[in-house]
């Protein structure tokens, strides 16, 4: 496999501030091989949540449950998840082994294996393709079986392929979908670029 040299390593992971480790994901590519097939995508969009003192994270100050399980694991691992009982989405596992710190990969724009991608889609606008956390999976194939896997190894990992993003391309915004959260869903931890 070509470019193994370019894939996050644990130590990006390690970071101990969740928010920092979402903006620096904008810009990396996450990819997939499945049965052959790459494919991937330029991070586009992303949400922070941190285990401690948020209320929109699902193992807020230490909440376990079978499903949380994942986010109090070591870091640069996959933390997937199922919503409506339809979409699985994609989170990246930061921080350290028990802090329960995790990054929500909200969209993409395609690269790798475009043909795959539109296949797996359906009949579906290009600019539809995986806008979306759960669009995104699909795209990509990744589903909740996957939860726990190594991003550091394939078949799902996410690589540098220096796409400069500078700072004024980046906007914040509240989390989507987190009304429950209270005053936690005010929290500006939701970043997107629109430079790809």
Known sequence: MKRT???LDRQFYANPDVVEVSRELLGKVLCTRFDGLLTSGIIVETEAYCGRNDKACHANNGKRTDRTETMFGPPGHAYIYLCYGIHHLFNVVTNRTGMADAVLIRGISPLDGFDTIKERRGEIADK????????LTEALGIRTTHDTHDLTTPPIWIEDRNHSIKSNQIKSSPRIGVDYAGEDALKPW??????F
């Open 5 to 7: 040299l370019s894939i």
């Open 128 to 135: 539809n393709l995986a806008n979306g956390p759960g669009k």
């Open 190 to 195: 939701r970043f997107t670029t629109s430079i």
